[in-house]
């Protein structure tokens, strides 16, 4: 299958400071991107979708202003939590697809973010 | 957005017996149903797809089956390995790609 490549991950960062998390797909363009926060032992939480070129399109309840995604390029999509905070601490994971909406996508490896 | 419900949320069989894993969705419009494993800190990989015009695949030991009426689709894997511990998650998708909660096999040898 595609590679999709997620940096860093693991990064530590102080409260009040900001993360950048890259997503990108190595072998295909992506014209879609969803970012998604875990928590132990519980499901993947949709929190956007962008679309190369656009907007990114937030799920109800996660702050936009808080979790700031570019998606400027077919290979590259990023997810830049700002001011974050100890209750931002999750495991951050990317997906990408490049086809229509009923194909596969592709997961990057994942960020564990822990604020102190 | 789109609600996607699976049960159970943990489920433990015999090595050798069969499991079956079962989801639900709410929006009609999702038209691909894909299925992942995931390993503790890993990412999810894919195990089996199946699109809104196909009611039953299977690959080996792993089927799935899809009723787009009812808006239900479900895992089935036969002869259980232990390496098929793992926590595996149902997705519908559409323009977004909703996950399920999430099932937590439990192959016992």
């Known amino acids: 299958g595609a590679v999709v490549s997620q940096h860093p991950s693991r990064v530590i960062c102080k409260s009040g400071t900001s993360v950048k998390i890259e997503c990108r797909s190595l072998?295909?363009?992506?014209?879609?991107m969803f970012w998604y926060r875990q928590f132990p032992k519980k499901s993947l939480m949709l929190m956007a979708t962008?679309?190369?070129?656009?907007?990114?399109?937030?799920e109800q309840g996660v702050e936009k202003d808080k979790f700031l995604i570019n998606h400027a390029s077919l290979t590259l999509s990023t997810l830049t939590v700002t001011s974050a905070h100890p209750e931002d601490s999750s495991f951050y994971i990317c997906s990408a697809r490049g086809g229509t909406v009923s194909t596969e996508a592709f997961f990057g490896q994942g960020t564990r973010l822990t604020v102190v | 957005g789109e609600n996607v419900e699976q049960h159970p949320s943990t489920l433990s069989v015999q090595e050798g017996d069969s499991a079956v894993i079962k989801c639900t969705y709410s929006d009609s419009a999702s038209n691909y149903f894909p299925w992942y494993k995931q390993e503790l800190g890993k990412r999810p990989q894919l195990i089996i797809d199946?699109?809104?015009?196909?009611g039953e695949k299977k690959d080996q030991r792993i089927a799935v089956t899809l009723n787009k009426t009812a808006k239900h689709f479900s895992l089935h894997i036969t002869e259980t390995q232990p390496e098929d511990s793992a926590v595996y998650f149902c997705?519908?998708?559409?323009?977004?790609?909703?996950f399920g909660t999430g099932t937590s096999l439990t192959v016992i040898p």
């Open positions: 072998d295909f363009q992506a014209t879609t």
């Open positions: 199946i699109r809104s015009n196909v």
């Open positions: 962008s679309n190369e070129g656009s907007k990114a399109t937030y």
């Open positions: 997705a519908a998708t559409g323009n977004q790609f909703y």
